[in-house]
């Protein structure tokens, strides 16, 4: 069996890595940090020495990869896949990546005969432990049809949208409406704590109001549980941005957006980067000089 190719081990990738080799996939793998693929060596994968390894001998080749800046090292430098994947090959850009830039790639690997397609994923590392993604893919449509088996083994939730770029912007716009409503929820609370509302009553009569649908993951945002690396805040703002860009890009306006980018860019001024994704709420908190007390549990209700 022709061994697959997956570059990027970290937090993502490698739950993903290793529901293709429980599928009886065999992986070739590569990180820069190597101690990211020693727990994937243990389930049989194969490590690669160097992007270059992977490009000279694997067919199909996944990334998941932090950003566009690694994204475009891995395909575009001299020893990069681009310039020495087998003709025919298939790549797979699992990551977030910036829209420009994913077309771009598209149409160099077009002209080197070399299959593009970007599928960024939704649902965390806990989804891709579970194989429960969902994946949301661009590119060529035959190119997409001749690896879905093996996207099966990662995602419940395929899906097909289109000419390259389209499963990128996809995930844009997710990430850029959630990530910007946890913005808007902190908002309201800190406003309703500075004004001697209590956090934990508001919680419980928003559910039950208008705004109840938006308050699914409120616990979570509101929870002050900074550090349980659900999701960095350092990607989240990089995220937000790749979406306002892309908004530029493709000529749309986007007022709310910008102004959520502008509260994530204050909290990594603030150093708060390596934390969730929701400790922006320590900067309005810091703005209205009042801060969101711990959630409490709402009491039951008699019988």
Do not use: W
Not at 171 to 195: D, R, T
């Amino acid at each position: 069996m022709t061994a697959i190719g997956f570059i990027g081990t970290g937090t993502i990738g490698n739950p993903m890595a290793a529901r293709l080799i429980e599928g009886g996939q065999v992986l070739r793998v590569y990180d820069r940090q190597l101690g990211a693929t020693v727990a994937l060596e243990e389930k049989g994968a194969q490590r690669a020495a160097s992007v270059r390894e992977i490009a000279d001998t694997c067919a199909v080749i996944f990334l998941s990869l932090p950003g566009p800046k690694q994204i475009e090292e891995v395909m575009l430098d001299a020893q990069g896949l681009l310039a020495h994947a087998l003709p025919g090959a298939t790549i797979v850009d699992l990551s977030t990546n910036a829209l420009a830039l994913n077309r771009q790639l598209a149409g160099l690997a077009e002209a080197r005969g070399i299959h593009y397609l970007d599928a960024p994923v939704s649902g965390g590392k806990v989804g891709a432990a579970a194989g429960k993604l969902a994946i949301m893919v661009g590119g060529e449509r035959p190119a997409f049809e001749a690896i879905r088996h093996l996207l099966d083994y990662l995602g419940e939730n395929i899906f097909y949208l289109g000419t390259a770029g389209a499963g990128t912007l996809s995930k844009l716009i997710n990430n850029q409406i959630f990530l910007c409503a946890c913005v808007l929820i902190h908002e309201g609370f800190v406003m309703g704590a500075k004004a001697g509302m209590d956090p934990s009553t508001l919680l419980e009569v928003l559910k039950v109001s208008s705004a109840g649908s938006l308050m699914t993951r409120a616990s979570l945002v509101l929870s002050r549980k900074f550090d349980l690396d659900v999701f960095s805040l350092a990607i989240a703002a990089k995220d937000v941005e790749m979406a306002l860009a892309s908004g530029q890009a493709v000529g749309a306006q986007m007022p709310m957006t910008a102004a959520a980018s502008g509260v994530y860019q204050q909290a990594l001024a603030a150093g708060l980067g390596a934390q969730d994704f929701f400790a922006t709420v320590q900067v309005l908190e810091a703005a209205a000089g009042v801060t969101l007390p711990p959630l409490r549990k709402p009491p039951t209700q008699p019988a």
